[in-house]
C-alpha cells in the first residue's frame, strides 16, 4: 500500500484546524468600547511623555512642514514630549542628543496618545475636539481653517493624499484631477481636505 504524500497530510493538518477555530464574524463591526475618532485629528487620547522614534525623523521648528531645521534623529531616539498642536499631528520633544529639540509629525513616534499634551502650537483656527469629533469650526461647521471650511474647489492634477503634512504619511490613495474637495485647515504648503474619496492632506499647489 502506497504511502500518502506528505503535502496531502499538510493539506489535512490545516483543514482540521481551520474546522476547529471558532467563526468570528467581523462583518465591518464596529467596536462599542472604542472611542471613534474624527479622521482630522492624527493623535489620540493620552498624555504619554516618552517616545522612541521608529524611523530617521527630520527634527521641524515648530508643527509645520516648512520649518525644517535640517536635523534628524535616528531611529529608537528615546524622546521626552512636552506639547502638540490641535490636531496631534506634530508633537514638541526634546531630547538629550546632540541633535536637541524641536517639533516632529507624530507618524514618527512609537505613541499617539499625545491628546491630553498641552497644545503649543495652536493652528485651530476655532475648532475643538469635543469625544474626538473636532466641532464649533467657522464656516460649514465640520472642520475650521483660514478658508472657513470653503466648497468648490479642485484638484488641478493627480494628487497624492497623505494623512499628516509630511511626505512620509502618504495614504497609498490618489485624487485625480477635477476631484472636487473642501478645504478644511491649512499648514504651510499643506491643505487639510475632505472629498468623496478619501480626507486627508495634500499639497496646497495642487488645488484649483
Known amino acids: 500500500m502506497k504511502k500518502m504524500p506528505h503535502f496531502v497530510y499538510a493539506i489535512l493538518l490545516l483543514l482540521s484546524l481551520f474546522l476547529t477555530i471558532p467563526q468570528i464574524t467581523l462583518a465591518g463591526a464596529v467596536d462599542p468600547e472604542q472611542p471613534q475618532f474624527d479622521t482630522r485629528i492624527c493623535g489620540r487620547n493620552g498624555s504619554d511623555s516618552l517616545s522612541n522614534t521608529v524611523r530617521w525623523t527630520n527634527i521641524f521648528s515648530n508643527g509645520d512642514p516648512d520649518t525644517d531645521t535640517g536635523r534628524a534623529y535616528p531611529p529608537n531616539t528615546s524622546l521626552r ?17 546632540d541633535a536637541g529639540n524641536g517639533w516632529v509629525p507624530i507618524q514618527s513616534l512609537n505613541t499617539r496618545g499625545v491628546l491630553g499634551l498641552p497644545v503649543t502650537y495652536d493652528n ?6 469635543e469625544s474626538g469629533q473636532v466641532v ?40 485625480p484631477p477635477n476631484t472636487a474637495i473642501t478645504i478644511i ?15 486627508g492632506w495634500i499639497a496646497a499647489n495642487s488645488v484649483k
Open 185 to 199: 485647515s491649512t499648514s504651510g504648503s499643506w491643505v487639510q481636505v475632505q472629498s468623496a474619496l478619501g480626507n
Open 124 to 129: 485651530s483656527n476655532g475648532c475643538r475636539i
Open 136 to 175: 464649533g469650526c467657522p464656516g460649514d461647521g465640520n472642520a475650521g481653517s483660514g478658508n472657513d471650511g470653503a466648497t468648490g474647489s479642485m484638484t488641478s492634477r493627480w494628487t497624492n493624499l497623505y494623512s499628516s503634512p509630511d511626505q512620509n504619511s502618504r495614504t497609498g490613495t490618489a485624487l
Open 81 to 97: 514630549l512636552i506639547g502638540r498642536d490641535f490636531w496631534g499631528c506634530w508633537v514638541q520633544v526634546e531630547s538629550d542628543t
